[in-house]
């Protein structure tokens, strides 16, 4: 062990310290089928011995995957990533019903963003949609059509329950939105035991779900807060000084650029959704960008940079190529060009198993090109 928990290794015959990373997992429903592909690229190229990964956090979908990944790390799992790609292939449309009920709800998003067919806005906590679903859902597998069944049947949240809160990383933070105080909120591993209600709070879409209420709280999806949660990862209150990340990877679903501007109504709503999921990203990152040209330029004490073992700028993910003097930098992680532009807002509800499983060989393919590309850099 190196200075303030710096873990070692041996390279060349010399020992070198190893990064301390963090990992963060943007939301986006079916679409988080990526990161799974993502973080088992990670894990079959035995990151683990490359880079200490210090904290994970992640939104909705994103939430999900992190937290099954730190499941199975504070588990000792031998495969670390082998309980994402099981949760995604069990949430899957598996049956000729499921797969039936899978297309004719994202054929109904599609036709009703077209305009081919009157929106009606119901409340799902109301009676109406409760029976409708009921049958609508009947003789289906408890888990395609309840989130909370699913979650359960790939984690033992009594044994989460038992491990309490715990210091030792990788720190977990699941991002939510309190709408009663209109408040950002994280649960934090660090300072509580996690519970499914966590992972529901952070899911939570208004217009599919009721919200969460926890502890006399109520929570809807974290990607009305944080897409993916970032500055906690670099808070000392919320990782502890130990765990404080020296690079920031993201693991992105939402795409940053368009190559043409949408006109149809069904373009508007595609373009609107993913630029709201990137605003709470690029703002926690414009922040770290400003923060860390303020200690390139010497605005900080050094008796202040010393308690928090700073010894340079935090590298984060590269968003805008046309930035000329961003300090620090890494590739961010995300899809292929040629899928995401395949993808539309409707195909964040669609979990056919071709749909699920082309993301997942995706977020492979670029977790790959990802680890080639960060330690050809480095060696």
């Given at each position: 062990m190196g200075k303030n928990g710096y873990k070692c290794v041996r390279k060349d015959g010399m020992i070198t310290m190893k990064p301390k990373v963090a990992i963060a997992c943007q939301g986006g429903g079916s679409q988080t089928a990526f990161t799974a592909g993502v973080l088992k690229a990670l894990y079959e190229n035995n990151i683990q011995d490359r880079v200490d990964i210090v904290s994970l956090s992640g939104t909705s979908g994103g939430a999900i995957c992190a937290f099954l990944l730190w499941y199975a790390l504070r588990r000792g799992d031998d495969c670390a990533w082998k309980r994402l790609v099981d949760f995604w292939q069990d949430n899957t449309a598996q049956t000729l019903q499921e797969r039936i009920f899978n297309g004719s709800i994202i054929k109904h998003q599609v036709w009703t963003s077209k305009g081919m067919i009157p929106q009606y806005n119901l409340s799902p906590s109301g009676p109406l949609v409760k029976t409708w679903f009921s049958l609508a859902t009947l003789g289906m597998r408890r888990r395609f059509v309840d989130l909370k069944e699913l979650l359960a049947a790939h984690i033992d949240f009594s044994e989460c329950a038992a491990w309490g809160a715990r210091p030792e990383p990788p720190i977990l933070i699941i991002g939510a939105c309190?709408?009663?105080?209109?408040?950002?909120?994280?649960?934090?591993?660090?300072?509580?035991?996690?519970?499914?209600?966590?992972?529901?709070?952070?899911?939570?879409?208004?217009?599919?779900?009721?919200?969460?209420?926890?502890?006399?709280?109520?929570?809807?999806?974290?990607?009305?807060?944080?897409?993916?949660?970032?500055?906690?990862?670099?808070?000392?209150?919320?990782?502890?000084?130990?765990?404080?990340?020296?690079?920031?990877?993201?693991?992105?679903?939402?795409?940053?650029?368009?190559?043409?501007?949408?006109?149809?109504?069904?373009?508007?709503?595609?373009?609107?959704?993913?630029?709201?999921?990137?605003?709470?990203?690029?703002?926690?990152?414009?922040?770290?960008?400003?923060?860390?040209?303020?200690?390139?330029?010497?605005?900080?004490?050094?008796?202040?940079?010393?308690?928090?073992?700073?010894?340079?700028?935090?590298?984060?993910?590269?968003?805008?190529?046309?930035?000329?003097?961003?300090?620090?930098?890494?590739?961010?992680?995300?899809?292929?060009?040629?899928?995401?532009?395949?993808?539309?807002?409707?195909?964040?509800?669609?979990?056919?198993?071709?749909?699920i499983n082309r993301l997942i060989l995706d977020g492979e393919k670029q977790g790959q090109n990802f680890i080639e590309a960060r330690f050809r850099e480095t060696g």
């Open positions: 309190n709408i009663l105080s209109g408040r950002l909120h994280k649960f934090n591993s660090r300072h509580e035991p996690m519970r499914i209600e966590h992972l529901l709070a952070s899911a939570c879409v208004p217009s599919i779900f009721p919200a969460v209420v926890l502890d006399e709280q109520a929570y809807w999806d974290g990607l009305f807060s944080d897409n993916p949660p970032i500055d906690s990862m670099l808070n000392l209150d919320s990782v502890g000084i130990n765990n404080l990340a020296q690079e920031i990877w993201v693991i992105k679903i939402n795409p940053t650029t368009s190559d043409r501007i949408p006109v149809s109504p069904f373009d508007i709503t595609d373009r609107r959704n993913e630029l709201e999921g990137n605003v709470s990203l690029f703002q926690s990152l414009r922040e770290i960008e400003d923060l860390n040209r303020m200690l390139l330029r010497g605005a900080f004490r050094e008796e202040f940079l010393a308690e928090r073992d700073i010894r340079e700028p935090v590298k984060i993910p590269k968003l805008f190529p046309e930035d000329p003097d961003q300090p620090y930098h890494i590739p961010v992680i995300e899809m292929s060009a040629d899928l995401a532009k395949s993808l539309t807002y409707e195909s964040k509800l669609d979990r056919s198993p071709e749909n």
